[in-house]
């Protein structure tokens, strides 16, 4: 996918790709380095996922505008990225021209949200409930051990990655599931993902 979107930028006269990356971390110290006007992150992308890495790009290079992509919609998800920082947000599969239009009002500094996520929030706006916006009141350390727990990891292993007691993640995690109304690591898992919380291998 990546290598078909730098295709189709790199046709373009008026637009010239600077770089390239697999994961957030890197998508991080690229756009420091690069400064470039525009960066197109995948929401859900290995190591740091793209809305943390949006707020950590915009506040080291406020001059980079960045469009989001993902395939997992929902009005939660546009939210949190906007407050990062992004400007535009694209469903994962969108057209040529939509992707151009998205990365030049970027570019401008204009905001933009693709025609099939508008769509698809208005209906969600419509039907969604309250667990769909559950996620905004976890506390930083639970969305921290949520990331963690459904990235498969133990509450041994998530107690190490963050200094805190396995007794304590395990407090946590039944704590942040209860406020999330999920009964089990499934669902949880499940939720991640839509939420852009976790990638898909």
Not at 52 to 61: C, E, F, Q
Not at 91 to 105: H, I, M, W, Y
Request: one cysteine or more; hydrophobic letters at 45%.
């Amino acid at each position: 996918m990546r290598d078909g979107m730098q295709c189709i930028l790199e046709r373009q006269t008026d637009i010239r790709v600077v770089g390239a990356v697999a994961d957030g971390g890197a998508a991080i110290r690229e756009a420091e380095r690069l400064k470039p006007h525009v960066a197109i992150m995948d929401i859900t992308m290995p190591g740091v996922n793209g809305i943390d890495a949006t707020r950590l790009i915009r506040s080291k290079s406020p001059s980079v505008n960045v469009v989001m992509l993902s395939a997992h919609a929902s009005p939660i998800l546009v939210r949190r990225a906007v407050e990062a920082g992004a400007l535009g947000f694209l469903a994962k599969d969108v057209g040529t021209e939509e992707l151009l239009r998205a990365v030049r009002a970027a570019a401008s500094g204009e905001r933009y949200i693709g025609q099939k996520l508008a769509h698809f929030l208005l209906d969600a706006r419509r039907n969604s409930g309250p667990r769909e916006f559950a996620v905004e009141i976890l506390t930083a350390a639970e969305r921290d051990i949520l990331r963690l727990v459904t990235e498969g990891k133990s509450n041994f292993q998530v107690a190490a990655a963050i200094g805190l007691s396995p007794r304590t993640v395990e407090t946590y995690r039944g704590r942040l599931m209860r406020k999330l109304g999920i009964e089990n690591l499934p669902a949880l898992v499940r939720y991640a993902i839509r939420h852009g919380i976790i990638a898909l291998d």
